[in-house]
C-alpha cells in the first residue's frame, strides 16, 4: 500500500484577488460614473471614437463586476462535491473578461467601416472634454489595481481593460482636439481603430492565459523536470512518476506524484513527506500538494497511468 499525504486540505487557500476586494469596488465606482459620462457625451457629440471609449468602459464596468463576483464566490468554502471550493470561478471571470471585448471590438470594426463610405459631424469640444475626464478617472482606478495586477489574473484582467481604456482616452482626446481645430470628422474613426489595436492583443493575452490555466497545464514557471530532480535528490528516493502539476486559480498551484522509496525508508515516511513538501515550497512556491510514497514494484499494480 502506498503511503499517501497531502498538505493545503481543508479550507481552501485564500485567492489572490481576495485582497484587493475592497479596490475593486471602489474602481467599479468609478467605471461606472465614467461610463455615464461617455455614453451621454457620444450622444451630444456624434462621436464614434467616444463611444467605442464608452462601450470598453461599459465592459471594463461589467468585468469588474464579474470580478468582484468571483472573488466572493472563489472564498465560498470547499464540500464533498467541490473540494477546492469555486476558488476557479476567478479564471471564468477572466475568460468572460476577454469575450466580451472581442464582442466590443467586433461592434466598433463595424461601425467604424459603415462611417468610412458616410462620414458623420462630431463635436470635437465635447470629445476633448469627456475623455479627459475618462482619462484621469481611469488614471485613479490604475493607481488603485497596480499592485493587485501582479498578483491575480482575476485583478490584471480589470487592469488591463483599465489600462487600455486610459489609453483609448488619449487618442480621443488627440482625435477630438484635431477635429476642433481642422474640422477633419473622420479622424474619428480612424482613432476608433487605433482603440480596437490597442485592445485585441490584451483580451488575447488575457483569454490565453485563463484557457492555460483552464487546460490544466502546468503553471508558469514551474519546471517539472527540475521538480523531479529535486524530489529524487531526497536520500531514498528511487523514482518519481505520475508527476503533475496544474493552477486552480491565480496564486493557487497544486502537485501531485508518486515517490518510489527503498523499503526501508518507508518506516519514516512522515519525516521523508515533510522534507519533500518543503523542497517543494521553498523552490517552486507549491503549498498544495499530494504525494505517495510506494515501494518498488508497486507501480506495476496500479494499472493505466501517465507518466
Not at 173 to 180: K, R
Amino acid at each position: 500500500m502506498g503511503v499517501g499525504h497531502g498538505h493545503g486540505h481543508g479550507h481552501p487557500p485564500a485567492t489572490a484577488g481576495a485582497a484587493y476586494r475592497g479596490r475593486l469596488a471602489v474602481v467599479l465606482g468609478l467605471m461606472l460614473v465614467v461610463a455615464v459620462v461617455q455614453v451621454s457625451g457620444a450622444v451630444f457629440s456624434g462621436s464614434l471614437a467616444l463611444l467605442a471609449d464608452a462601450g470598453h468602459t461599459v465592459t471594463d464596468s461589467a468585468g469588474v463586476m464579474l470580478a468582484l463576483f468571483a472573488v466572493w464566490i472563489a472564498g465560498r468554502p470547499p464540500n464533498p462535491r467541490r473540494t477546492f471550493g469555486l476558488q476557479r470561478a476567478e479564471v471564468l471571470a477572466a475568460a468572460a473578461n476577454a469575450l466580451l471585448l472581442f464582442l466590443l471590438c467586433a461592434f466598433i470594426a463595424y461601425e467604424a467601416i459603415e462611417r468610412l463610405t458616410e462620414p458623420r459631424h462630431v463635436a470635437g469640444p465635447w470629445v476633448v472634454a469627456v475623455a479627459a475626464f475618462g482619462l484621469a478617472a481611469n488614471i485613479v482606478a490604475l493607481f488603485i489595481l497596480r499592485a493587485g495586477q501582479q498578483e491575480s489574473i482575476n485583478v490584471r484582467g480589470a487592469y488591463l481593460e483599465v489600462l487600455g481604456d486610459a489609453l483609448a482616452s488619449v487618442g480621443v482626446i488627440v482625435g477630438g482636439a484635431v477635429i476642433w481645430l481642422t474640422g477633419w470628422s473622420q479622424v474619428d474613426t480612424a482613432v476608433s481603430l487605433i482603440i480596437l489595436a490597442i485592445i485585441v492583443p490584451r483580451a488575447w493575452g488575457l483569454l490565453r492565459e485563463a484557457v492555460h490555466v483552464l487546460l490544466e497545464a502546468t503553471p508558469r514557471g514551474v519546471d517539472l523536470d527540475e521538480v523531479r530532480t529535486h524530489i529524487l535528490r531526497e536520500p531514498g528516493v528511487i523514482d518519481v512518476h505520475d508527476l503533475h502539476a496544474w493552477t486552480i486559480t491565480s496564486g493557487v498551484p497544486v502537485l501531485s506524484a508518486h515517490v518510489v522509496v527503498e523499503e526501508g525508508h518507508l518506516a519514516h515516511s512522515g519525516r521523508m513527506l515533510d522534507r519533500l513538501h518543503a523542497c517543494l515550497d521553498g523552490h517552486f512556491d507549491v503549498e498544495h500538494s499530494t504525494l505517495q510514497l510506494e515501494p518498488a514494484g508497486h507501480a506495476e499494480h496500479e494499472g493505466a497511468r501517465h507518466h
